[in-house]
């Protein structure tokens, strides 16, 4: 619980030093989000839940089976393959106190589409003045810009005197998938409540799963406080990261090529300025059928393409079959 604090939020975050932050193991981010709604439920029971409209499918059955009606605040610009920053903005203001907002740290899944830091800067603010309660779910630290730059928000939202949960995932940065292995962590403002806020975390867990595997943990544990090992996984995540970045550009400058004079090469460059493993191409469902059902090329009906399904060898071929 140590090393994901000091990898979350940086070993000299006043947060951490002063041990404000309740952090337990849980199974996975999905467990980790599961019992944080659970938690939220029993304290806040007359809140609602907002995610971003689109979002991982799976955020609204998990809080729904905690009770919460989950609504969605505007995100992705289907005419851009960007940001709706403003209407999510101008959504966020007009919620009640007390509303939790579901927000990805990095790397949106389905649409890869994040928040820049200026736009961070700029909604923590409105969460503070709304008395809103954020949670941020980070399953893919180190698949954007870094592992730091990636936990920009939470740093960020913790240095703000924000109160808020935090669920981060193993599964993809440590290839821990079948171990099932996250964490929760809630920044409270004293050490005090960070106690009893851990305390009633560890109950809810009893009374669910009653403790997590050790597996996972231990491998974690060892890699993050070993300083020859930690060295070694973040060279490895910088790799697989670059990888995907490179298969990002190499797909966007095929296609430039294939439809030239047919697109304008501006109206592709989301494929670039989207992070992580995930794109939204724009291609309708339709669409995603022939490129199945003709060319064996396999997207979600949602047209969101897992860009680290591509290699060097199959880039090309998945352009032409696009184009």
Not at 88 to 96: G, N
Not at 247 to 253: D, I, K, Y
Request: a neutral charge; proline letters at 3%.
């Amino acid at each position: 619980r140590q090393a994901v604090q000091a990898l979350l939020f940086g070993d000299t975050h006043e947060a951490v030093s002063s041990g404000r932050i309740a952090t337990l193991q849980t199974l996975g981010a999905a467990g980790a989000l599961k019992v944080g709604g659970d938690f939220i439920k029993r304290y806040f029971p007359a809140s609602s839940i907002w995610v971003s409209d689109p979002t991982w499918e799976n955020h609204v059955a998990l809080f729904e089976g905690s009770g919460f009606k989950v609504n969605t605040y505007p995100y992705y610009d289907a005419a851009t393959g960007g940001l709706r920053f403003d209407d999510m903005l101008a959504t966020l203001t007009t919620l009640p106190a007390q509303s939790v907002v579901l927000l990805h740290a990095c790397c949106h899944n389905p649409t890869g589409v994040d928040l820049s830091e200026a736009q961070w800067d700029a909604l923590v603010p409105v969460i503070k003045a709304r008395g809103l309660i954020p949670f941020i779910d980070m399953a893919y630290q180190g698949f954007g810009e870094g592992i730091a730059e990636d936990a920009y928000a939470l740093r960020m939202l913790a240095s703000a005197g924000v109160q808020f949960f935090a669920a981060n995932s193993f599964s993809k940065n440590f290839s821990l998938y079948g171990e099932r292995c996250g964490a929760l962590s809630v920044v409270c403002t004293s050490q005090a409540q960070a106690d009893n806020t851990l305390g009633q975390l560890k109950a809810a867990v009893r009374r669910n799963y009653s403790s997590p595997p050790a597996y996972g943990s231990r491998i974690i544990s060892e890699v993050l406080q070993n300083p020859a090992l930690n060295t070694l996984w973040q060279q490895e995540l910088t790799a697989m990261r670059e990888r995907i970045k490179a298969m990002r550009s190499q797909l966007h400058t095929a296609l430039v090529a294939r439809l030239a004079g047919v697109v304008a090469p501006a109206k592709l460059d989301f494929y670039i300025q989207q992070h992580g493993m995930f794109s939204y191409t724009g291609l309708s469902e339709a669409q995603v059928g022939t490129l199945r059902d003709e060319y064996g090329i396999y997207l979600v009906r949602s047209g969101r393409m897992c860009m680290s399904g591509l290699t060097a060898g199959n880039v090309d071929t998945v352009a032409e079959a696009v184009a």
